[in-house]
């Protein structure tokens, strides 16, 4: 359940500086960078993805006020890995290592995604 601090650890299969594919919404088909992420709500923000335009009033007399355009959080279900070795969108497994530690793997090429 999002937001409820149940499972305080989650296991990610979207993280920061991944290239992802856009499924649904307006901004579908497009491909971009990951730059955060937010476990808690289950979403991303994209880099040029789903912007929204923030006012911000002048702090002094003599300024003018800016309009700042910044990346909105999209839901983690609208989004696709993009695997850097095949270039496809892909769905993402773990595959044990050495030492017990969990990798991400490609389902559709089986190779592994390095974090």
Not at 1 to 7: A, H, I, K, T
Not at 30 to 45: C, F, Y
Not at 74 to 101: E, M, Q, W, Y
């Amino acid at each position: 359940m999002p937001g409820s601090d149940v499972c305080s650890f989650i296991k990610m299969k979207i993280k920061t500086n991944d290239t992802v594919r856009i499924l649904a919404g307006a901004s579908r088909g497009k491909t971009g960078k990951v730059l955060q992420v937010l476990p808690k709500i289950d979403r991303a923000s994209v880099e040029g993805i789903n912007l929204r335009t923030k006012n911000l009033k002048s702090r002094r007399g003599g300024e003018k006020g800016q309009r700042i355009n910044f990346p909105a959080p999209v839901h983690l279900s609208n989004l696709a890995l993009v695997c850097p070795k095949c270039g496809k969108n892909t769905r993402v497994g773990f595959k044990k290592i050495a030492d017990n530690k969990k990798i991400r793997q490609c389902k559709k090429c089986q190779e592994l995604i390095e974090a």
